[in-house]
Nanobody
Framework: QVQLVESGGGLVQPGGSLRLSCAAS????????MGWYRQAPGKQRELVAV???????NYADSVKDRFTISRDNAKNIVSLQINNLKPDDTAVYYC?????????????WGRGTQVTVSS
């Protein structure tokens, strides 16, 4: 069973920065895509950023140029650097990972970390 644990959330003023981390319970080298999603109150969960095993990245239009996803296979961590935070970025941020089992791919989720942007 793969476990993902997010950390790094908190309360930050507009314009501030945070670095979120997602630690996996096992080597992430074999994982396919790993990503960050977020869910604001009353809204659906949405994709923020994804990184492939090969290091290719993709971002939601709303966070391009402010968010950077990275992957450290040696430390089993996926990180999300968030700059120039806006109140609309307030949400619970979740990490996920696609594990390619022989028969099918299973997606695992962490429990999330709260990011609140407020003055």
């Amino acid at each position: 069973q793969v476990q993902l644990v997010e950390s790094g959330g908190g309360l930050v003023q507009p314009g501030g920065s945070l670095r979120l981390s997602c630690a996996a319970s096992q080597s992430i080298f074999v994982f396919n895509d790993m990503g960050w999603y977020r869910q604001a109150p009353g809204k659906q969960r949405e994709l923020v950023a994804v990184i492939t095993n090969g290091g290719r990245t993709n971002y939601a239009d709303s966070v391009k140029d402010r968010f950077t996803i990275s992957r450290d296979n040696a430390k089993n961590i996926v990180s999300l650097q968030i700059n120039n935070l806006k109140p609309d970025d307030t949400a619970v941020y979740y990490c996920n990972a696609d594990y390619p089992y022989p028969i099918s791919t299973i997606t695992y989720w962490g429990r999330g970390t709260q990011v609140t942007v407020s003055s």
